[in-house]
């Protein structure tokens, strides 16, 4: 009988069909390598840190398992409904989430924080005699 090659990033993570299983949380270097793939600096993006240790520490998603390397590296495996193992990747598979997640979180947070700016300076007359303008434009225009 053959089975599936594993589908296998460069530097790939070990390939055995039963690594062994992961009997603890994800440790402090697991969280901020799970932070920096979710383009996350976890001191100066702290107020994030809560949602990206969350993820890494809820349950993965269907048909994924974390898997633990000799040299105490995590790393993920995923496998079909038969239980072949289809891919193996060092890459938490909750990355893209968590990252588009966390980045609309920061570009809610930097619209607001421009609104702020921009209530505490208002613009000069000229300015805002421009903007406003601008404004009928496009509301004329539509």
Not at 46 to 57: D, F, I, S, T
Not at 91 to 120: G, N, S, T, Y
Request: with cysteine; aromatic share 6%.
């Amino acid at each position: 009988s053959s089975t599936l090659p594993l589908i296998t990033p460069l530097m790939s993570p070990p390939t055995s069909a039963s690594p062994t299983p992961v009997t603890k949380h994800p440790n402090e270097n697991d969280i901020h390598s799970f932070a920096v793939a979710c383009q996350i600096d976890p001191l100066f993006d702290e107020k994030y840190m809560p949602l990206v240790e969350g993820a890494a520490r809820s349950s993965m998603p269907e048909g994924w398992k974390v898997k633990i390397d000799p040299d105490d590296r995590w790393y993920f495996i995923h496998t079909n409904s038969a239980g072949v193992p289809t891919e193996s990747t060092w890459e938490h598979p909750k990355v893209e989430m968590v990252r588009d997640e966390v980045q609309a979180l920061i570009a809610e947070d930097e619209r607001r924080e421009r609104e702020m700016m921009e209530a505490l300076n208002p613009i000069d007359p000229e300015q805002a005699a421009i903007k406003n303008r601008r404004r009928d434009k496009r509301s004329v225009q539509k």
